[in-house]
T-cell receptor, first 118, second 113 residues
Framework: AQKVTQAQTEISVVEKEDVTLDCVYE???????LFWYKQPPSGELVFLIR??????QNEISGRYSWNFQKSTSSFNFTITASQVVDSAVYFC???????????????FGAGTRLAVHP | EAGVAQSPRYKIIEKRQSVAFWCNPI?????LYWYQQILGQGPKLLIQ????????DSQLPKDRFSAERLKGVDSTLKIQPAKLEDSAVYLC???????????FGSGTRLTVV
C-alpha cells in the first residue's frame, strides 16, 4: 500500500531562518512520482515540484530546495531564509505511474503547517 | 492557459439536503479527479475519470455520492443526502497523460449544518 508520512504537524520559525519539512513515503512500485504542494490560507493547492523515481538529483529553485533519497524513502523540502509569505500548509504527495502514461491518484500526507513570524 | 474552474466557491446546506458541484478541467486534459479535503487533513481521492470512464471510485461513498463526466470534459459531483461529516473542501483536478502534474481548482467549501 502507498503511504506518505509528514511527521511534523506544525513548525514555527522566525523570518530568515532556514526550515526543512520532512516527507517519508512507502510504495512497492518502482516507477512513481513525488510532489510538493503549498496550500496558503486562501485554500488553493499550488504545485511546487514533481520528481520521478528515477531522478534522484536534488533540485534548487530560488529559496526552495528538495532532497530526494530513495535509500531512506524520503523527499524533504527546505526553505532558505524563510519569509512571512511562506506561511502555509505544505503537502507531500505520492503517485504511481499509469501504464498509459500520466498519473494515478495522489496520496497525500497530512501536511505540515508552517508559520513564519516577522 | 485557463485553469481548472470550479463552482460554487462556497455552499452551506442543511443535513439531508442535496448539493452538486461543477468542474471544468483544463482543455485537453483527459484525466479528471475529485478530492475531498476535510479540515486539518490532506486531500483524499473520491473518484478519477479517464475521459468519460471511471478509473477509480473505490473511496467514493456510493450510497450518497455520485459523479459523472458525460462528454469527457466537465464533471459534476453530487451528494444526496448530505451528512454533517461531508463538510469539507471538494477539489477538482485535471492532468495530461504527459506533463508536469496535476492542476487543481480553487475548490468548493461545503458546510453541512
Amino acid at each position: 500500500a502507498q503511504k506518505v508520512t509528514q511527521a511534523q504537524t506544525e513548525i514555527s520559525v522566525v523570518e530568515k531562518e532556514d526550515v526543512t519539512l520532512d516527507c517519508v513515503y512507502e510504495t512497492r512500485d518502482t516507477t512513481y512520482y513525488l510532489f510538493w504542494y503549498k496550500q496558503p490560507p486562501s485554500g488553493e493547492l499550488v504545485f511546487l515540484i514533481r520528481r520521478n523515481s528515477f531522478d534522484e538529483q536534488n533540485e534548487i529553485s530560488g529559496r526552495y530546495s528538495w532532497n530526494f533519497q530513495k535509500s531512506t524513502s524520503s523527499f524533504n523540502f527546505t526553505i532558505t531564509a524563510s519569509q512571512v509569505v511562506d506561511s502555509a500548509v505544505y503537502f507531500c504527495a505520492l503517485s504511481e505511474a499509469l501504464f498509459s502514461g500520466g498519473y494515478n491518484k495522489l496520496i497525500f500526507g497530512a501536511g505540515t503547517r508552517l508559520a513564519v513570524h516577522p | 492557459e485557463a485553469g481548472v474552474a470550479q463552482s460554487p466557491r462556497y455552499k452551506i446546506i442543511e443535513k439531508r439536503q442535496s448539493v452538486a458541484f461543477w468542474c471544468n478541467p483544463i482543455s485537453g486534459h483527459a484525466t479528471l479527479y475529485w478530492y475531498q479535503q476535510i479540515l486539518g487533513q490532506g486531500p483524499k481521492l473520491l473518484i478519477q475519470f479517464q475521459n468519460n470512464g471511471v478509473v477509480d471510485d473505490s473511496q467514493l461513498p456510493k450510497d450518497r455520492f455520485s459523479a459523472e463526466r458525460l462528454k469527457g470534459v466537465d464533471s459534476t459531483l453530487k451528494i444526496q443526502p448530505a451528512k454533517l461529516e461531508d463538510s469539507a473542501v471538494y477539489l477538482c483536478a485535471s492532468s495530461l497523460d504527459e506533463g508536469n502534474g496535476y492542476t487543481f481548482g480553487s475548490g468548493t467549501r461545503l458546510t453541512v449544518v
